[in-house]
């Protein structure tokens, strides 16, 4: 299906998606055909704990996770596309490697950035920063209080059983953005292993200047045996601009996680010092071993 002539033209329109009116509106509509492994929704309370508990404990592991994540490198390849029908006619591209500069600050180095030939959206800072911040959405307990979360029920993803919360900004905050839509999290570990939903608010500005978002996918997968880390992103979404509709498409992957550490060596003249070890005086010289009569 071919956009609109008019929305065709090369145009200062930047990229999103329309603001959902109706929280529960929103999430009731399809959700993307990618969960095929999804079980039917169980809507009944959870057993032996409360909901409240889950919201708690599952906030607290999210925090805990969020700053073990802080500790890992990784890869993060950001492909968005302008799609004609289901042809790309237009991409943004950009490889990055998170990485810690010698003194442990985090660091990102761009690997890989081909020409961006988009032409009926551009990218905003809103799009790079939610791109790098809020795809990969966490909700840990110091953010749970800017949130309405909704007990849905409980569901099977794949071998796992989640418990399934709708989640929503309890007001918009200045220029904050937020997250809006479900999540689902494992019984077993209380971390999020999927998000569906969208970044709010879309913003639309004098002049006609519209910054809108698309709903999103994020799938996580247990990395070290410990923490679920985001690995794939899907968004394919139609954005409903004044000008016309525009379809986009975008797909971000998260790969070579490695947590990030050091090992400091002692040595004396060239030889390590085991722990405990005395060390000579700096201005006495370590004694020669003695030779064998």
Request: aromatic content about 12%; proline content about 6%.
């Amino acid at each position: 299906m071919r956009l609109p002539s008019r929305a065709s033209q090369p145009s200062p329109l930047v990229f999103s998606a329309a603001l959902f009116a109706c929280f529960l509106l929103f999430l009731c509509g399809a959700l993307p055909q990618a969960r095929a492994q999804e079980g039917p929704l169980d809507k009944s309370l959870p057993k032996g704990t409360t909901v409240e508990e889950i919201i708690r404990h599952f906030a607290a592991k999210e925090k805990e996770f969020k700053e073990a994540r802080d500790q890992y490198t990784y890869r993060q390849d950001v492909k968005v596309m302008t799609l004609d029908g289901n042809t790309p006619d237009g991409m943004y591209q950009q490889v990055f490697d998170v990485t810690f500069d010698d003194k442990g600050h985090r660091i990102k180095n761009v690997v890989f950035a081909p020409q961006n030939t988009l032409e009926r959206i551009m990218m905003t800072e809103e799009d790079l920063d939610d791109i790098e911040n809020r795809l990969p959405f966490v909700l840990t307990s110091d953010e749970i209080g800017a949130y309405d979360i909704l007990y849905v029920g409980q569901q099977k993803q794949d071998e796992l059983n989640t418990y399934v919360f709708d989640v929503a900004p309890k007001q918009i905050e200045g220029k904050k953005r937020y997250f809006q839509g479900r999540i689902w999290v494992d019984d077993h570990d209380f971390q999020i292993v999927e998000t569906f939903g969208k970044t709010v608010p879309d913003i639309k500005k004098k002049k006609g200047q519209e910054n809108l978002f698309p709903k999103f996918t994020t799938w996580r997968e247990q990395i070290d045996g410990q923490y679920w880390f985001p690995t794939y992103t899907r968004a394919e979404d139609t954005l409903a601009f004044s000008m016309g509709d525009i379809k986009i498409r975008e797909v971000i992957k998260y790969t070579n996680y490695k947590r990030f550490g050091s090992k400091s060596r002692i040595t004396y003249e060239g030889q390590e010092v085991k722990k405990g070890t005395e060390q000579p005086a700096p201005d006495q010289k370590a004694p020669e071993p003695q030779k064998p009569q």
